[in-house]
């Protein structure tokens, strides 16, 4: 009997509503071919990045890429392994990052690889980086997103007040740590919850830190925590916390763009700006948009080697939540919204285990 893959195909955009499988989404099962085309490899996925842009891909709104097509299987980042090969740059046992989808196996061919090649991960069982590390760290979605929003959009220099929200998300614990490690006078975390408070203070050595959920004025909130002002502030959530930040901002401080995650899953309704951007004027500040893809030419190299150095002395810590099974992806989507995870930790669905059988190129 021909081998299957399973997938979730995307049937139905949202609303103004969470994503919901067998509303918007369709399980499906399929064959895989018995054999491949010149130039294609199989890849069986390990692990589907689960991550707030997947709401944004779900929809139709102007975005920064085209929306993920309906009925085809839904858009995703994965890290897999070549099971079969006929293309000898991606031999059996190479393990791969790419835009593999939700679904348990996919062929790539040869047309997919010269459009955009899979990034090849430099990761073996009992090497020095360990896997988690890509999962958390040396990733486009986590790392290099705060790498490139800190230093390249956010433009900090040693000395500054930074500013954080999602701080204690995969993306904006790496942005607390890197502005340490950069050399920031200052940092200051906005999460939810008292647990993700004391996380930011106590694990991640942050200066101050603002529990947005215990707080009903974060205009004031953030006068006690950055005295002095704000030089650049990293936002993920937008909203309140951006209205709030606006008037804390020091004469030329930075607004870096990150996401806006407090609207997503109304985001066919609008976006509303902040009531406050006349800041903007009044304080000359620079506020600025990035896509962290968008510098890969120019920044995923000093990004790895830095990644690589801090992860051999210990420098940064990293950590991934692993929820089970692709049939759950879905709903598990949903723990991004509510919060529903450990503090610093990158969200991931666990797709099949990690190989420890397959010979390694
Ligand atoms: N520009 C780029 O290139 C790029 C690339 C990757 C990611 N991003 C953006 O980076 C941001 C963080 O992504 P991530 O993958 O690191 O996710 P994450 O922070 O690990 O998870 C999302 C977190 O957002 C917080 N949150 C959810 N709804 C909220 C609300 N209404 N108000 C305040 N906080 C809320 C929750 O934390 P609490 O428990 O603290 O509420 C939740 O844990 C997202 O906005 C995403 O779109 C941008």
Redesign the pocket.
């Known amino acids: 009997m021909a081998a299957i893959r399973q997938s979730w195909y995307l049937v139905q955009r949202p609303k103004s509503e969470k994503l919901e499988a067998g509303k918007h989404f369709e399980w499906r099962e399929e064959p895989l071919p018995e054999t491949l085309d010149a130039g294609s490899f199989l890849v069986r996925h390990i692990y589907l990045s689960l ?3 997947n709401r ?1 891909w779900a929809s139709d709104v102007p975005q920064y890429m085209p929306p993920s097509p309906l009925n085809e299987v839904m858009r995703g980042l994965t890290i897999g392994v070549v099971e079969k090969s006929e293309n000898s740059d991606y031999p059996v046992g190479t393990y791969v990052s790419y835009l593999g989808g939700f679904t348990t196996h996919n062929v790539v061919t040869k047309e997919a690889v010269a459009a955009f090649p899979p990034g090849k991960l430099d990761w073996a069982p009992g090497k020095n980086v360990p896997l988690t590390a890509y999962l958390a760290l040396i990733n ?3 790392g290099f ?1 705060a790498y ?2 800190l230093l390249e959009t956010g433009a900090m220099k040693e000395g500054d007040v930074v500013l954080v ?8 614990s790496m942005v607390v740590q890197m502005a340490r490690l950069k050399g920031a006078k200052r940092v200051v975390g ?4 008292a647990t ?1 408070k004391a996380y930011l203070l106590e694990e991640l050595g942050c200066d101050a830190a603002i529990d ?2 215990a707080t009903d004025n974060m205009d004031a909130a953030i006068k006690e925590a950055c005295p002095d002002g704000v030089d650049v502030f990293f936002d ?4 309140v ?1 951006l209205d709030a930040a606006f008037l804390n901002m020091k004469l030329n401080g930075r607004i870096s ?8 899953n109304e985001i066919e309704g609008g976006v509303s700006g902040p009531k406050n951007f006349g800041m903007t004027l009044m304080q000359r500040l620079t506020v600025k ?5 968008d510098h890969l030419a120019t920044l995923w190299a000093p990004f790895e080697k830095d990644c690589k150095d801090w992860v051999a002395s210990n420098a940064i810590k990293y950590s991934v939540f692993k929820t089970e099974g692709l049939d759950k992806a879905i709903e598990s989507l949903d ?7 450990p503090a610093g ?3 991931v669905c666990q797709i099949s285990a990690e190989p420890d059988h397959i010979p390694l190129p």
């Open positions: 991550d707030p842009t944004i486009l979605v986590s997103t490139v929003g929200s999602g701080a204690a998300g995969a993306v904006g906005i999460a939810g919850g993700k947005y959920k993920n959530v937008g909203g916390t763009i990150c996401g806006a995650i407090n609207m997503y948009g990035f896509i962290c893809t723990r991004l919204f509510t919060g529903d995870k930790a990158k969200l």
